[in-house]
């Protein structure tokens, strides 16, 4: 498996988001935690960005961020998944190496 690229700024408050997909290779996984869970919203600024890249990479959200930030899953974006910590840490074993973007 590629790269897992982990993001936990949403975009108002970083270019971690933009960095990280301008990066991104086919195989790879994107896990969206913490405040990056924002980038999900169907509004959000780089939502037709993010959704273009899921043609080559998938896409992950810390389900348990959304729900502490009030998102339902009717707001997020189609073909993003969710994960529970269990979920992070199965990503965490099937990728190499892992990558934090601030």
């Not at 990280?20 to 195989?27: F, I, M, P, T, Y």
């Not at 389900?63 to 189609?78: C, H």
């Not at 199965?90 to 892992?98: A, D, F, G, K, M």
């Amino acid at each position: 498996m590629g790269i897992l690229h982990l993001v936990n700024r949403s975009p108002g408050e970083s270019l971690a988001l933009i960095q990280c997909l301008e990066r991104v290779g086919s195989g790879d996984a994107v896990l969206l935690l913490e405040s990056g869970v924002y980038a999900t919203l169907k509004s959000a600024p780089l939502a037709t960005r993010l959704a273009e890249s899921m043609r080559t990479v998938t896409v992950h959200a810390l389900a348990a961020d959304l729900a502490a930030r009030g998102i339902g899953p009717e707001e997020i974006l189609a073909g993003v998944e969710l994960v529970d910590y269990e979920g992070f840490v199965n990503l965490s074993i099937l990728h190499t190496p892992i990558l934090s973007w601030n």
